[in-house]
């Protein structure tokens, strides 16, 4: 049993922070809910929701995501919701409220809870949400040539709507510090595999200041999955999230659905989950350890890091038959089983490749030309980390023990022995260091989980009974990058009615502009690399837009390419 | 240190020697498991949609042409290679074949049409009919989507039974917003 | 007869270049374990550039000019240089202050070409090179005085001769070792190919060029790469002189492969530095050769 000591008094378990907050905002509080020992439900009233929030937080709460969501048809509200996250005492809090679609105005958090600034601009988007006080509220998430008054979540909204673009609208980006020279990366750049617009100021070689406009990469899963597709079919749009952390998205929503259903896993289900998991760790860890050499001009260490990375994507074509979407998880369980044959096979690669990861250390690590050109590079100190809610190697680069899997275990990783490595370098060396670890890591917990799977236990456990709707389900998964978090609502019809997807970089993408500061414009493709980004992860929400007639030609040929439903 | 670890870096590279494969000139078939295109045998499949019913894509369409033919319909186009379809098959009929190499021109390549003439009702001497709702339209068919073939529409909505309005909503569908 | 081994110079330097980056290139590709292009691809690049469509976006006429100086000044000094063991026939005309303004003026062609349009990343990568030119040339500098020291006089060829023919020493010594640690910035790789590093500045100064312009460009750099080597080797490896003319050509040439091996096989092994952390770097070996050649003025 952990304890978090920071804040005023010692927060042990869920019954000790609901009694605090009952003593504290008798009349706010509506009510709580504990379906379960690491999961409390708080319903707000939404006046007092700032409070109870900066409460929180003070009292030792990571500010994970918020999730708004549309309730016109039953209560005509617009719900929202917070969470946070007890790492010490391992469960998290969610707080509920809802405001009155006439008058969807609540108290924005922004200002004290700097990590909060992206989710409210893009419950403002897409569901009409208006926060009182937001430092910088401008559009995040929606095109800037979108109509006003259109919120994509809202059910009166189709999925696949294309309004007409608004007039002679730009995004206006923010002020230059003065002296300074505006260079744009993006939203087409050699330095960034995915689009997104990177304006940074820069004066002779410094870096002043960066404005980020982003979310060039809309799809509009979330809601396509609320509107078109059923349960078990989600997993295998989760798993497209990423091209890199496809299986702990499909892993986080299958296991946040279990929960709001009260559905049961087998280990050995469990045990094939969290192997497959591990799998996807080494392979995008070796992946971004190329990606860090390629962006500090050491192409050597790029190709030989995707030479070993390649041996990981054979071994899963031959276990899941593809060599990145795995497909292997569904609600209930997971499709594919892992084999004794198939055990010693994974062994063996694990041996080949740990052996090559630890030449690759050697000559990197002690490399001082890559010192060089990453110690000191992107500083962020351990209390702006705290504040921006970092997660993931990023956040642990930086001195913060955190990793969900020993916080919040799930799966097979309660019964697995390893070590979060943490560095206190709070730069991009830290980052490197703390992932070359995090590989060993890996096979070491594989190397577990093979020898530890039950032996029998169906590979799928059935619901037994329809899902009741209107469950309150979440979830987290330790992905390679950080944290991602699953909010599901339960809805009728089969499908989820509210499904929210937060991955690791929509928290860690906030805090580059901090740790761009005073850096030389050189190291700006390391510094924003160091947080490993995948944009797709963090682009998925709201309608697909197909661009606009409008004056930038080049956009609507590209947003028409990159858009995945394409009519015939 | 600066030296050695260079050295190093040189000699990491001797052992492994030059990767490159000579695909496509020698040719490099994917291990067996592999989900490659599906493919459907016209002789084991029953008709139940099944796979139309869970396909995530919706690229799988169903269609009753008239009393006793039913067309199935596989539209490669939009397939994520995912292997539902071949996990639901009662009869085992679809099977992720080991062909990736699926890029063409013609979009007959990737398609896969079956017309199955389906059974009679050994009572009424009918072939069941989705076009009807009775009850075991609706214990059986949960999610199942009704497209319209020729204009190769995605599936707007799922519902858990046939419906006629949704039939002629499909077939009339226009995109909204202009 | 003379101007003969001069035009035989620029054209040996001409069609030679590319070859040695087609080598770089597939060492390179051999240290991160892959094939490699073969070993004409340049030329091939070259010739396909020749045929595409020069786009000025500029509207200035510099913008067109820059790459013909460059390439102009380039083949000068390819004229002058000392290749195999006889100097050409303009190498009575001119001096080693020509060869060093001939190179220079090529730098400053990239720099006219990169400053006349307006695109940030050309003005951020033509920035660095002009502070790498700056810190740089200097080295190049100091290995020819070095040179015309010990050979008592300016000629090019006299220069580049001199450290043998007055005897090898401490200064001759110190300056190889310089030169070998200025070698990869002179040739432009990491880790010093900073003004045009792909990921931070989308290929730097050169980035609106296209076409025959962007041809040109490429045979500047590929030439000025193999006239470094060169220099290099005429320099420092005694060997040269003396030969007969065709076996003397043949030694130069394979002691230019050996740097060019040299100079991948570095490239390949180091990331790239920052502009700040180089400077550091230059400024300590300009310091280096200025005493090299305090000391060959002294003698030794």
């Not at chain 2, 599906?38 to 139940?48: A, R, Y």
């Not at chain 3, 290995?143 to 008592?152: D, E, N, P, R």
């Not at chain 3, 040439?253 to 790239?272: D, E, M, Q």
Request: hydrophobic share 45%.
């Amino acid at each position: 049993m952990r304890v978090t000591d920071i804040g005023e008094m010692a927060i042990r378990n869920v019954k000790d922070l609901s009694e605090i907050l009952k003593a504290a905002f008798p009349a706010a509080i509506k009510g709580t809910e504990s379906p379960a020992s690491n999961r409390l439900y708080v319903d707000v009233a939404a006046g007092a929701v700032k409070d109870v929030s900066l409460k929180l937080v003070s009292l030792g709460g990571r500010f994970q995501i918020s999730v708004g969501y549309d309730d016109i048809g039953r209560r005509n509200a617009l719900g929202y919701i917070q969470t946070f996250a007890f790492d010490g005492a391992g469960f998290i809090a969610a707080l509920r409220t809802e405001v009155p679609v006439a008058s969807p105005e609540l108290d924005s958090v922004a200002a004290d809870i700097p990590g909060a600034d992206w989710p409210e601009r893009e419950a403002a988007d897409l569901l009409g949400l208006k926060f009182k006080g937001h430092p910088k509220p401008k559009r995040l998430v929606l095109a800037d040539d979108w109509p006003e008054g259109i919120h994509p979540l809202r059910k009166d909204v189709p999925y696949n709507l294309i309004p007409p673009a608004a007039e002679d609208v730009a995004y206006r980006l923010d002020e230059a510090p003065p002296g300074t020279t505006v260079v744009p990366v993006g939203p087409f750049h050699a330095s960034l595999h995915e689009p997104e617009h990177f304006a940074v100021y820069v004066d002779g070689e410094t870096i002043k200041g960066c404005d980020y406009r982003g979310f060039m990469v809309h799809r509009g899963i979330e809601k396509l999955c609320q509107t078109q597709v059923t349960y078990n079919e989600v997993p295998f749009i989760a798993e497209r999230i990423c091209g890199i952390c496809g299986s702990v998205h499909a892993a986080a929503y299958a296991q946040a659905v279990e929960e709001a259903g009260g559905m049961t896993v087998s280990r050995r289900a469990a045990y094939i989950r969290t192997i497959m998991l591990e799998i996807e760790r080494l392979h995008s860890h070796l992946l971004w350890i190329g990606l860090a050499g390629h962006m500090i001009g050491f192409d050597t260490v790029f190709m030989q890091a995707w030479r070993v990375r390649e041996r990981i994507m054979w071994l899963s074509e031959r276990i899941t038959g593809n060599r990145k979407t795995y497909g292997m998880i569904i609600i209930g369980g997971v499709r594919r089983d892992i084999t004794p044959e198939i055990g010693d096979e994974v062994l063996g690669v694990l041996s080949e490749v740990e052996a090559e990861v630890r030449i690759l250390m050697k000559s990197v690590i002690g490399d001082t030309a890559v010192h060089r050109r990453t110690k000191g590079v992107g500083y962020l100190s351990k209390e702006d980390a705290v504040r921006w809610c970092l997660v993931g190697p990023t956040a642990r680069a930086r001195g913060i023990r955190m990793d969900v899997r020993k916080d919040h275990p799930y799966a097979a990783y309660g019964e697995m022995e390893f070590d979060v490595p943490v560095a206190d370098s709070c730069d991009v060396w830290g980052t490197v260091v703390v992932r070359f670890l995090e590989i060993f890591e890996s096979i070491r917990i594989l190397r577990q989980a093979l020898s530890k799977m039950p032996d029998d236990g169906p590979l799928q456990t059935a619901a037994g009974a329809p899902l009741a709707p209107l469950k309150h389900g979440l979830f987290c998964v330790e992905a390679p990058r950080g944290e991602v978090i699953h909010y599901v609502i339960t809805g009728e019809e089969n499908r989820p009615e509210r499904w929210r997807v937060r991955a690791p970089t929509y928290p860690n993408l906030q805090a580059v502009p901090s740790m761009l500061m005073n850096n030389q414009f050189a190291d700006f493709p390391i510094i924003v690399g160091s947080i490993d980004p995948c944009y797709s992860c963090t682009d998925r929400v709201a309608v697909i837009e197909i661009g606009a007639k409008n004056k930038y030609i080049l956009d609507r040929n590209k947003l028409e390419e990159i858009s995945r439903r394409r009519k015939t | 240190m600066w030296l050695t670890s260079k050295i190093k870096q040189i000699l990491m590279v001797l052992k492994p020697g030059v990767v490159t494969l000579k695909y496509p000139f020698e040719p490099r078939p994917a291990p067996e498991n592999f989900r490659g295109a599906p493919h459907w045998d016209h002789t084991k499949c029953v008709g139940c949609a099944g796979c139309a019913n869970h396909c995530p894509a919706r690229t799988i369409l169903v269609r009753d042409l008239c009393q006793d033919i039913r067309i199935l319909f596989y539209d490669g186009s939009r397939c994520t290679y995912c292997g539902r379809c071949a996990d639901l098959c009662p009869e085992k009929a679809i099977v992720m074949t080991e062909r990736f190499e699926l890029a063409t021109g013609d979009r007959e390549d990737i398609t896969e049409n079956l017309e199955l003439f389906m059974l009679t009702c050994q009572r009424c001497g009918r072939c069941y009919d989705m076009e009807i709702n009775n009850a075991i339209d609706k214990l059986d068919l949960k999610g199942y989507r009704y497209d319209s073939l020729k204009a190769r529409m995605v599936v707007r909505k799922t519902s858990d039974r046939m419906d006629a309005e949704l039939l002629d909503e499909t077939e009339n569908y226009q995109r909204p917003g202009k | 007869m003379r101007f003969l081994y001069s035009f035989l110079n620029w054209l040996i330097f001409l069609f030679c270049a590319p070859f040695f980056e087609g080598v770089m290139r597939r060492i390179t590709a051999r240290v991160q374990s892959r094939k490699g292009p073969p070993l004409l691809q340049p030329y091939y690049d070259i010739l396909k550039l020749l045929g595409k469509e020069s786009m000025n976006s500029t509207g200035h006429r510099i913008f067109n000019a820059a790459p013909m100086i460059a390439f102009a000044s380039i083949s000068a000094v390819a004229v002058l240089a000392p290749l195999g063991s006889r100097p050409g026939a303009l190498a009575s005309h001119a001096d080693i202050i020509t060869l060093i303004y001939l190179l220079t003026l090529g730098g400053v062609s990239v720099l006219l070409g990169a400053l006349a349009s307006r695109n940030t990343f050309a003005v951020i990568g033509a920035s660095r090179e002009m502070v790498t030119m700056i810190m740089v040339e200097p080295v190049l500098a100091m290995t020819l005085i070095l040179g015309a020291v010990k050979a008592k006089s300016l000629m090019p060829v006299g220069a580049a001769f001199g450290a043998k023919t007055a005897g090898f020493g401490i200064s001759s010594a110190l300056m190889l070792v310089v030169y070998l640690l200025a070698l990869q910035a002179f040739a432009g790789r990491q880790p010093f190919d900073i003004p045009e590093a792909e990921v931070e500045l989308l290929e730097g100064p050169y980035i609106e060029y296209s076409g025959p312009g962007y041809a040109l460009f490429r045979c500047y750099i590929m030439m000025k790469r193999m006239f470094y080597a060169g220099l290099f080797i005429a320099a420092f490896v005694p060997v040269i002189r003396g030969l007969p003319y065709v076996l003397g050509l043949m030694a130069h040439l394979a002691g230019i492969l050996v740097v060019f091996v040299i100079i991948s096989l570095v490239g390949a092994t180091n990331p790239r530095l920052r502009i700040d952390q180089a400077v550091k770097y230059y400024a300590v070996l300009i310091l280096a050769a200025l005493c090299a050649v305090g000391l060959a003025a002294k003698g030794f």
